[in-house]
């Protein structure tokens, strides 16, 4: 990963540079794929298993890292007059990338200097802190108890829920609606906080990228 740093301050001397420099990114990122996909699914199977939450959040620090040691490249890229990068992009080497250069040359508006990217790249672990608490509490601290359906006592979970609200009885459903989500309402004062602070941290990164709002920032990626 750390090879990266030595491509910094390459990109606009040629296509092959260009070229070399993406491949890497993209064969360091897509292992880091893996990586990262596995740790978070095996985290999901039990939650309160701190040793596959450390994995999982390890995962996440070292995508961290990636962001910030190629967190140049973006800068560099849109920093190139036109007319040289249209010449790179008729370089035989550089076809399978067009389509993924072109999607980066898009964000030069909302593109900022080396240093700056390298800042958000490094704090994009911080930023991911909300959603890591909203899935501490949904998927292992929220307990939702037991209910007796049909004369057997049924464990109420995210699963479960959704079977027992078409349940035929009024009684049950009333009786899932309520207990379910009166774990929520207990905890509302917890989620609010998180919600908050969630939004704030996508209201600075879009202001942060000049974006006119949140839902542009999200939406524009989608092209």
């Known amino acids: 990963m750390e090879g990266m740093f030595l ?30 996909t596995y740790a978070s699914l095996m985290s999901t199977t039990d939650f309160t298993n701190s040793e596959l939450v450390g994995r999982s959040d390890q995962a996440t620090g070292l995508y961290a890292r990636f962001k910030t040691a190629s967190s140049f490249i973006t800068p560099e890229l849109v920093s190139l007059d036109s ?7 008729t370089d035989s080497n550089l076809a399978p990338y067009r389509r ?32 890591q608490i909203f899935t501490a509490l949904n998927d292992a ?6 209910m007796e359906v049909d004369g057997k006592q049924v464990v109420l979970s995210h699963g479960s829920f959704t079977l027992l609200l078409r349940h035929t009885s009024q ?12 774990v929520f309402d207990g905890h509302r004062h917890t989620l609010a906080a998180t919600l908050g602070a969630s939004i704030k941290k996508n209201v600075f990164v879009a202001r942060a990228r000049h974006f006119a709002s949140c839902r542009q920032s999200a939406l524009f990626p989608d092209d």
Do not use: M, W
């Open 7 to 36: 491509l910094q301050g390459k990109l606009a001397g040629s296509a092959k540079e260009l070229e070399q420099c993406i491949r890497k990114y993209l064969e360091i990122s897509r292992a880091l794929e893996k990586v990262y």
């Open 83 to 89: 007319a040289t990068l249209e010449s790179y992009l």
């Open 100 to 131: 993924f250069i072109r999607d980066i040359v898009r964000f030069k508006p909302h593109t900022l200097s080396q240093t700056e990217e390298q800042l958000l790249a490094r704090a994009s672990e911080v930023f991911s802190g909300p959603g």
């Open 141 to 146: 601290d929220f307990t939702f108890g037991k």
């Open 171 to 182: 009684l049950v459903r009333k009786q899932a609606f309520e207990q379910y989500y009166g």
